[in-house]
């Protein structure tokens, strides 16, 4: 299947490692231009250099933080400079902290609303001027929580659902345009962040995170974490020509995972 995404111009947001960077991997992969970025520029150069000498591809970054909206402008500007559009916009954020209701200040609430939901929204109005002169992608990362809430996520359970009220209604007011829209929701991917997570559990419940793992393998279809480069060919599918009557959906990579329907 030809994926069509040779010199495509992409922006994969919170790409300098995890999910973001299995991603931007894959897309320069497939021959796409990609603009990197994060807040840790050595990270970021860093990955620049490994995708450029193992894809032989226009790989850039620019440092910025996504609770920053004049950052975001500076992002979308300089991507716009750099290759001359934005074909396929990837918006990503790390995940908040975790956390009972009573244990979280209105300033948690408001960094994690800044971080995880109106990011996207800054980032989705910025690049939406390229977007519109020719069509385009747009995918937004949340959690598989959008399913199923997690124990101890509230922040991450409030606000990846929020993401999906975007995506479904942006589906509508940009399908004029050939802009398609998605959400992605990874399970239990083997990131930093899903050991983060694992740790958390395991200090809440009084056990060794190695248990924690494998309760929560035992409860996955599959009977293991997935891989970043899992995750990663499904956001490209999305991105690539050959999802050309997908919009709208909200999508789970978790190996069978959250029961719901």
Known sequence: MDLNLKNKKALVVASSQ?????????LAHEGAKVMITSRDEAKLEAVQKEFRNQYNVDVEYHPADVTNP???KDLIQH????????????????????????????????KAFQLNLLSHVRLIREALPELKKNGGRIINIASSSIKQPIPGLLLSNTFRLGIVG??????EELAPYNILINTVAPGRIATDRVDYLDQHNADRQNIS???????????IP?????TPEEFANVVTFLAS???????????????????AL
């Open 222 to 226: 599959l009977r293991r974490y997935g």
């Open 79 to 110: 991507t716009v400079e750099t290759f001359g559009g934005i074909d396929i916009l990837i918006n990503n954020a790390g995940g908040p902290p975790g956390g009972t209701f009573e244990s979280l200040s209105d300033e948690d609430w408001e």
């Open 209 to 219: 995170k190695e248990e924690v793992a494998e309760r929560a393998k035992s409860n």
């Open 166 to 171: 975007l995506t479904k209604t942006l589906s």
């Open 18 to 26: 995890g999910l973001g960077k299995a991603i931007a991997a894959q």
């Open 70 to 72: 004049e950052d975001i």
């Open 241 to 259: 020509d050959a999802s050309s009557y997908v919009t709208g959906s909200s999508i789970l990579v978790d190996g069978g995972m959250v029961r």
